[in-house]
């Protein structure tokens, strides 16, 4: 199963997801990527999250 299999089907099963989670368990370093092949055939939202001073993205599947 490719990485962007993976994704899919967490975003499927959980809803969202960050690259931290990404990375720990999938090892995909370029989630902006894959998100960006799978809004070809997926409604996905950016939502930017600060946390302790830092910014990160979280990608929302939206249920249509």
Do not use: W
């Not at 999250?49 to 990608?59: T, V």
């Amino acid at each position: 199963m490719s990485k962007k299999d993976k994704i899919r089907t967490h975003l499927k099963r959980y809803g969202s997801i960050t690259p931290l989670a990404a990375l720990a368990k999938y090892g995909c370093y370029r989630l902006g990527a894959r998100i960006f092949e799978l809004r070809e055939t997926m409604q996905i939202r950016t939502d930017i999250i600060e946390k302790n001073g830092s910014r990160f993205a979280k990608y929302v599947l939206v249920k249509g």
